[in-house]
DNA sequence: GCACGAAGTCGAAGCGCTTCGACGATCGAA
DNA sequence: TTCGATCGTCGAAGCGCTTCGACTTCGTGC
């Protein structure tokens, strides 16, 4: 392993001249950088851990992404993608947390390896992270807003209003019994904070437009799409639109109603919460608001090292929906 | 943040003696070490990164895990999930490494944090990655095989035997002409080692019992599954079974086989290497290799560990494939 | 021509921890 | 009783790096 002081050797300069000249925290004679410069190239000098110690910034990000039930995979995944994709650009490292000692995860990586700062998902309205987040002088963002977001920095789509602009957009186009086939019970039993906020924005609006509405909690097995289709079309006879906030359900369920008889969109409208590709996966491309993973993992991270650096950022950042009109949805006929 | 020295103080003993109480590396009357814990647990001590520093073992140990184009996202989920866990198990976390500069990440992340090992997965047969990892004088360990091995440790399912394995199958059950449903078609241009070991094996087991046979790389879009069960039908009319390698693909084109009117397993016997728990979602329960990821990521750590620990490791690990008859294969009877 | 500040460099201290080499105490064996 | 071995503990060194406080040159203004 090379390190500074054989790197200062070769620059013919002193180990404190090679930090300063690679870090730039002093002035140091052109000639004298570029040597420093070449010799490190030349021995392929990377610094080592031991930076975090003598007071360096750490480089290392925990993302807590405990993998619970009822989450869908493939998102979650996105958003770790990118988060550790933009933490590459900032130079970070992430070191991932699971299920497992979720709140003494948090602590132990703190201070066991050198990082810098958490980022947590999968957020629970009364989170019992957060104590310890709290009590934690490091900075973090939370991907999901809780329901006691002070002194927190939250960032998220904001499910509230998607849930809403859905509601709004079938209101619009005259329906006027609705529902949402929201996440998998034990998401709602959990209070996850993404999954209760879109369900309070849909249901408030509804009450506002006038508009009969349901929610039900679907499964995550595709398999039980038929099912909840015959449920919902019997339960509610008037039902014209759906909204679905379950990925996985998606298309089975547009397949199932289309199996049933009902024509998307002229006899039932659909629309979607999911990522736009998805959107597109069901026989008839479905109107949805985007769920941008990628662009949250991102945010997250920039947010993050904003306050690694000492920068002041918002407390909450809420994403606005962005609504695609795609063929499920019309106005209502019947 | 409380560090060693005020253990000690708080026990009453010198910075060293707490150390070698909390490691066990010199005798400690049981006095003093009761001591010493006490004060520990009382004052809520963590050790510090700075214990790699000064010759301690490192604890984090780096994962790469590219997730390229045409890869079962929930699968590498799951092997990732897998290797946290089991890594926790061991007092190990994880740092995660994704496609950006993944030759130079593997170097980056062994002198930058104090990562102790390296697992890697997606692994190719000519995997550009390996060159660097042996330059590297880290343990590690590959989640695949590839096609030179020497002086690697490796684990995976044994896909050539899984492949054979699921041919023997069919074989026994009389049909004569049959077809491997693979991984989409960038896998196969990557040589992904994985695919291609099964694929091999699926072709070599085929020609060893005379079986006319034939291989089609599967989009990953479920939407492409109705025009391949036609043209699978269409250009081998006398196809009976069908082996899919193709976790997305399995449902859909299970349902379009018999969209067109097959009865599976009457009229067409279908297989799959999949995870378990996947080949119950279609209709009709598929006959399968198991597909074992948390396994794998398990065994993976487990031997990584080992290698930390100096213990000797034997070179290639295959898991023997498992397989499980469903509802989905039958004798031939066309 | 001199004092003074800026620019450029260096040495040394110290981050929190482990580990090596001592050292006193205790104990059994000679 | 004495000697050596063992046990339990401590102090100090050092891991690779950053940073602070000098120190030495210069160039500039008067």
Known sequence: MVKITDVA???GVSPSTVSYALSGKRPISDETRRRVEAAARDLG???HAARALAGGEPNVLALAAPLRAGVHVPVVMRLVVS?????RAHDHDV???TQEEAEAGLSR????ASVGGLLLTDVELHDPRLPRLRSL???SVLIGVP???YGLTCVDLDFRAAGEACVNHLAELGHRTVALVGSPPEVYLRRTAYAHHLMHGFTTAATRHGLASSVHPG???PATAPRLAERLLHEHPALTAVVVHNEPLLAPLSAAFEHLGLRIPADLSVMAVCPDDLATTPRVPVTSVSLPADELGAHAVDLLIRKLHGTPVPETTLLAPRLTERASTSRRTA
């Open 83 to 87: 988060v550790v994709t933009t933490a």
């Open 147 to 149: 329901a006691r977001a």
């Open 45 to 47: 000098y990377r610094p």
């Open 95 to 97: 070191l991932l947390l």
């Open 109 to 112: 990586a703190v201070d066991t």
């Open 219 to 221: 499964g995550p097995d």
């Open 9 to 11: 050797r070769r620059a």
């Open 137 to 139: 002088d490091r900075p």
